[in-house]
């Protein structure tokens, strides 16, 4: 089966060595194969994507229309509008009980770029970038790009996927320049407590550099269920001048193609060198989705708006989490937030002979799948489901981890049929050995 989303190959020496060692995100190369299938007059369930399925918030769509009819969409400053950097400050500053400066926010074309941009200007050669995994993919993506040294800290399904202050402890070194966190968790849903990133706060003041940087992702931070609540690294004493708090419009608002994000940064003077790089590669953010992330942050008709969503979220969350459990061979915890489940697949792959069919492979094969990615693809192509596997959430260290990613943003009934599918497919050992046999496809 040939690869939709590869184009010719480049002439040798064409393109520079250092583009072989950039990392992606498999969702995005995964939605072609999805396509492809579609195009074959067949409907996939969708249980792979990492946005909500909520219409963006009426006030907020209008707000957005009304600045463009009031001409708002010319240049404006790299930084990001004004009066959008105050609103910032006060509704992050106000939820996290601190003072914010509005000239230490920057604004972003969504989330994305404050990770890249991250290990741009902090990270010099042979200096060490510590991150969860499974964790967020960009977050390991640069690291060979930028010529660091990449250390992935381990989280553990019998330690729920936390992390703790001794877990980290390990991990860190003199040569630690950038320290990745993100709660709650994409994948795994995790919720750190205050106790938690009070441990994680000391253990990085006591082994790192005093000029580390963490940089506390906390985009699904109005997502959290069961009354947890959300708790920022930056709020702790004494961590507010380390930490690089990176949110947005796309998850609390349901707005990914707003592309609206932010970053709060220790100082002025490194919040106006993101600016910089935003100059130099975005020039600026469209003025009327700006001014539509202001009335999102400013309006009181947003909190309902959000709570209905994360209520919704919660009750399909029990669904799939309880579907699953219920599935001979998988494993599923109960995550605290985002909206994602992280089932572990294990027995399910040897029921099916997915182990043993990855092992087979020849080893140039192996290095680039998994039996957890044999079975995304299995469970795609021949039973019309999307997932997402273990390896897209951090290649380093992922090996013999065999877990799925399924996505609750997607409707109710369409959940339960995708468990039901799932289910069916952890039972046909038959059609997944028919599946490797035919020459499907094998790897991402």
């Not at 997502?223 to 380390?242: C, K, N, T, W």
């Not at 109960?334 to 069919?357: M, S």
Request: hydrophobic share 40%.
């Amino acid at each position: 089966m040939s690869d939709p989303t590869s184009g010719p190959a480049a002439a040798p020496h064409l393109i520079a060595g250092r583009i072989g060692v950039i990392g992606t995100e498999e969702a995005f190369s995964f939605g072609a194969l999805i396509a492809q299938v579609e195009a074959e007059g067949d409907r996939v369930i969708k249980a792979n994507l990492g946005q909500p399925d909520f219409p963006l918030p009426t006030h907020v769509a209008d707000a957005v229309i009304e600045a463009i009819r009031a001409g708002k969409t010319t240049y404006c400053d790299p930084q990001g509008l004004p009066e959008l950097r105050q609103a910032i400050a006060v509704s992050v500053g106000r939820a996290r009980g601190l003072d914010i400066d509005p000239e230490r926010v920057v604004v972003f074309p969504g989330g994305r770029p404050p990770i890249g941009f991250a290990q741009h200007a902090y990270v010099e050669p042979g200096d060490e970038v510590v991150y969860p995994t499974p964790s967020y993919p960009l977050f390991e993506s640069f690291i060979d790009y930028v010529q660091a040294e990449p250390v992935p800290v381990p989280l553990r399904e019998e330690e729920g996927f936390s992390l703790s202050g001794a877990g980290l402890e390990p991990y860190l070194s003199p040569k630690t320049k950038l320290v990745y966190l993100n709660f709650p968790s994409n994948p795994t849903g995790g919720v750190a407590t205050r106790e938690q990133l009070a441990e994680i706060g000391e253990v990085i003041a006591a082994k790192a550099h005093p000029d580390v940087r963490i940089y506390s992702d906390e985009a699904y931070e109005a997502i959290v269920f069961d009354g947890e609540q959300h708790v920022s690294i930056a709020s702790l004493p004494g961590m507010e001048q380390r930490t690089i708090i990176a949110t947005g419009a796309s998850k609390t608002y349901s707005w990914t193609g707003g592309r609206v994000g932010w970053g709060i940064y220790p100082t002025v003077a490194e919040a106006k060198v993101m600016r910089r790089l935003n100059i130099n590669y975005f020039a600026s953010i469209p003025p009327y989705n700006q001014l539509g992330a202001k009335v999102a942050l400013e309006s009181p008709e947003s909190p309902s708006a959000i709570a209905a969503m994360v209520e919704a979220f919660q009750h399909r969350r029990d669904i799939v989490v309880g579907g699953l459990n219920a599935i001979e061979g998988i494993r599923c915890q109960n995550p605290k937030g985002a909206f994602y489940v992280f089932p572990n697949v294990g027995g399910a792959l040897e029921r099916i002979g997915a182990i043993d069919a990855y092992e087979a492979l020849a080893p140039e094969v192996r290095a680039r799948t998994s039996p957890a990615t044999l079975f995304q693809l299995f469970l795609l192509y021949r039973y019309r489901t999307a997932t997402m596997d273990r390896r897209s959430f951090g290649i380093r260290g992922s090996e013999g981890q065999h877990f799925l990613r399924l996505s609750v943003a997607t409707a109710e009934d369409e959940l339960r049929e995708a468990v039901e599918r799932i289910a069916a497919a952890s039972d046909d050992a038959e059609g997944f050995g028919d599946y490797v046999r035919s020459g499907g496809r094998l790897t991402l």
